[in-house]
């Protein structure tokens, strides 16, 4: 007993500490990072998302692999390396790259968020704002990888996990949805970073939803951060 408190306390102090290195590492403002972007899609661009969102995975899935629930399941009774192979397979199942069996309550809540956004996009092209489909795919396509890094971190390694050790359901949802928030907080969107805090704040608790209710698939959740994503941005920069 004594040891699973163990290794649940280095679990999540070890996530935390990767958190909070992960947000540092986005101090820079959108308005600076993407007047740089070009609608011609960089490839060292894609390529250096792509390594960030395989960094992602890899740290986290170790640090699952050695102290997380069930940690040590797949190295049990194998050598080193095969242990290490099952393990990172393992890990991809336990993400959820998996078909999705989404639970009733599941398309009542796609339902709203989808009529949300119609709304808003719509509120966009009758004030004037001209919508390139073309550019909102490449601004998805672009954003991607470091939605999935992030869906891996916040839902997986931290409110999976919160709820496999049954924490308080209130508690499972709203900490790993502050943390998001803070973590989004340097956004400064509108010159109003409590906004983009608290917008994110609320994303996450979707985003939750999302991957709980499909039974632990990561795709609708990845999908609907990836096209949030796409839409903030394509609006700050009126592209």
Same mark, same amino acid.
């Given at each position: 007993?004594?040891?699973?408190?163990?290794?649940e306390?280095?679990?999540?102090?070890?996530?935390?500490?990767?958190?909070?290195?992960?947000?540092?590492?986005?101090?820079?403002?959108?308005?600076? #990072?993407?007047?740089k972007l070009?609608?011609?899609?960089?490839?060292?661009?894609?390529?250096?998302g792509?390594?960030?969102?395989?960094?992602?995975?890899?740290?986290?899935?170790?640090?699952?692999?050695?102290?997380?629930?069930?940690s040590?399941?797949?190295?049990?009774?194998?050598?080193?390396?095969s242990?290490?192979?099952?393990?990172?397979?393992?890990?991809?199942?336990?993400?959820?790259?998996?078909?999705?069996?989404p639970?009733?309550?599941?398309?009542?809540?796609?339902?709203?968020?989808?009529?949300?956004?119609?709304y808003?996009?719509?509120?966009?092209?009758?004030?004037?704002?001209?919508?390139?489909?073309?550019?909102?795919?490449?601004?998805?396509?672009?954003?991607?990888?470091g939605?999935?890094?992030?869906?891996?971190?916040f839902?997986?390694?931290? #409110?999976?996990?919160?709820?496999?050790?049954?924490v308080?359901l209130f508690?499972?949802?709203?900490?790993?949805?502050?943390?998001?928030?803070f973590?989004?907080?340097?956004?400064?969107?509108?010159?109003?970073?409590?906004?983009?805090?608290?917008?994110?704040?609320?994303?996450?608790?979707?985003?939750q939803?999302?991957?709980?209710?499909?039974?632990?698939s990561?795709?609708?959740?990845?999908?609907?951060?990836?096209?949030?994503?796409?839409?903030?941005?394509?609006?700050?920069?009126?592209?």
């Amino acid at each position: 007993m004594a040891n699973k408190y163990k290794n649940e306390i280095v679990y999540f102090f070890l996530v935390t500490f990767f958190t909070v290195i992960y947000g540092a590492e986005g101090d820079i403002p959108l308005d600076e #990072f993407y007047s740089k972007l070009k609608f011609v899609l960089p490839v060292d661009n894609l390529l250096r998302g792509l390594i960030f969102m395989f960094l992602v995975f890899i740290i986290l899935s170790l640090i699952h692999m050695l102290y997380g629930y069930d940690s040590g399941e797949n190295t049990k009774s194998h050598e080193f390396l095969s242990g290490i192979k099952d393990g990172f397979i393992s890990e991809l199942k336990r993400i959820g790259f998996t078909r999705f069996r989404p639970k009733p309550g599941w398309f009542i809540v796609v339902s709203i968020v989808s009529a949300t956004m119609i709304y808003y996009i719509w509120s966009l092209l009758i004030s004037g704002v001209k919508i390139n489909i073309y550019h909102l795919f490449i601004l998805f396509l672009f954003l991607s990888p470091g939605a999935l890094a992030e869906e891996v971190l916040f839902r997986y390694a931290i #409110f999976k996990e919160l709820m496999e050790y049954r924490v308080n359901l209130f508690l499972a949802y709203i900490l790993p949805a502050v943390l998001f928030g803070f973590m989004h907080f340097y956004q400064n969107v509108n010159d109003s970073p409590e906004v983009s805090a608290l917008v994110t704040f609320f994303s996450a608790l979707i985003y939750q939803y999302l991957y709980e209710s499909s039974e632990w698939s990561i795709y609708p959740s990845w999908f609907l951060h990836s096209f949030h994503n796409a839409i903030i941005v394509f609006t700050l920069h009126k592209m």
